[in-house]
């Protein structure tokens, strides 16, 4: 072990490592909420959360692996059988970074601020983690102030949603709202009980308050787009 700048140096070789099974669990629900923790993998995608001021709290890299961008607390060199034994993937990416989950109250219903931005988008109960990870690109390429899952939604830092919104988990804020808080009314609820809904929409008055918008959400005041996917593209049930 070494350490330059603060940051400590490691190797781990050994599939009994403690740490190893530590960090197998972040490719489960329960391992995450109780770890507050995901892992997120490629160049690209931790060079996204380097520009989004991102910080590992540890960064796993093979021998050959390039230089990567975003800062870590920990490095630790490890072997492919390592990053495999981790990702549950044959073929791994040569780098890997374990990231905090932001805090809950800062992406809490209460601490959206609708000034901040122009366009949000709304995910009412989506449930495939693929499907959430594109639309989480889509909201950053439209520049939206954030995602809103409404009601029992999958979980936004699950390996398969990270990986699919290739880098934008970290540019996007994700918020987690219920059903009555989203304050949509009856007919919303009704909907979201069938199948999954896509909102994206405008705030024609981004100085007013949350609770002012919600009022008038329900008075159309939204120029509000909807995408409903295919059945088939939905599950029973969050993966994990």
Known sequence: MSATDGVRHERIESLSNPLVKELRELRTRKGRLE??????????????????????????????????????????????????????RDNPQPQLGIFSEPDHAARSFTAIDPATASRWLMLEAPRDPGNLGSCIRSADAVAAGGVLLVGDACDAYSVECVRATMGS????????????????GRRLRRRVMRRETMHLFRTRHPQRSWLGLRRRASQGHFETRV??????????????
């Open 35 to 88: 770890q507050r923790r995901f892992m997120a993998e490629g160049e690209r995608t931790l060079a996204e959360a380097a520009a989004g001021g991102w910080r590992a709290a540890l960064l796993l890299v093979t021998p050959d692996a390039p230089r990567s961008a975003v800062a870590a607390e920990r490095v630790i060199e490890v072997t492919d059988e390592v990053l495999a034994k981790i990702t549950g």
């Open 227 to 240: 995408a409903q996917p295919q059945a088939s593209q939905c599950s029973d049930a969050p993966r994990a």
């Open 169 to 184: 988990i970290f540019s996007v804020p994700i918020f987690r709202v219920s059903f009555s808080r989203a304050g949509q």
